[in-house]
Every structure is written in C-alpha cells, then in structure tokens.
C-alpha cells in the first residue's frame, strides 16, 4: 500500500502550486484524507482534511482561504491546491489516509495510519 505525493517545487511569493497524491495498492475512496506538513526545526502540522464523501473538509488558520483540497474517486487522487504561497509554506508536504472507514475530516495525525514519503514545497520571497 502506498500513497505517493507529487507536484511540490519551488516558486515565489504569492504563486501556487497543485500537491497530488495518488494511491496504489488499496482503495481509500472510504477513508477520510489528509494534508500534513512539517518545516526545519518545527512539528508537523495538519494542514487540510477532507471526510471520506468530500462532505466536510478541515483547514488549519494559517491556510484558510489560500488551499484547497479535494479528491478524485475514479483512479482515487486527492489534491491540495496552494494559492497565494508565502514563505512560511516552506516545509515537506505529506498525504495520508485515515485508518477508520466513512469518517469526517480530522487534523488528528494520530487518527491516520497510511502515510506518503512527503514533497517540498519551497516558497521564496
């Protein structure tokens, strides 16, 4: 079972980039999802969640209104859409998938079981 992000790089102040993270080896289409992420020198922190129906979603303060995430079913993605990227985004991105079924969208890094290698995401100023 594996889930394996893409999509990070560096760009600039105030630009954006699309995270993905695709699955392989299971179906997680009844897991809910996460986006994670963990800077030098710092814990890591839930960035965005979405439940398992895409019904509800969760975003931390300090990316409210910039990302966005969503998820595919067919071929099973989840996407994270950065928009107005600062430099204090700078940090490797990680997907990871719920150990429970039909659940809603948690921050709780302890309630996911399935985690990716992660991604950077450099943001320069």
């Known amino acids: 079972v594996q889930l394996v992000e893409s999509g990070g790089g560096l760009v600039q102040a105030g630009g954006s980039l699309r995270l993905s993270c695709a699955a392989s080896g299971r179906s997680f289409s009844r897991n809910s999802m996460g986006w994670f992420r963990q800077a030098p020198g710092k814990e890591r922190e839930s960035v965005a969640a979405i439940g398992w129906n895409g019904g509800n979603t969760y975003y931390a303060d300090s990316v409210k209104g910039r990302f966005t995430i969503s998820r595919a079913y067919a071929g099973f993605t989840v996407y994270l859409q950065m928009n107005d990227l600062k430099p204090e985004d700078t940090a490797v991105y990680y997907c990871?998938?719920?150990?429970?079924?039909?659940?809603?969208?948690?921050?709780?890094?302890?309630?996911?079981?399935?985690w990716g290698q992660g991604t950077q995401v450099t943001v320069s100023s």
């Open positions: 990871a998938a719920d150990r429970s079924l039909d659940g809603l969208a948690t921050p709780v890094a302890d309630e996911y079981e399935y």
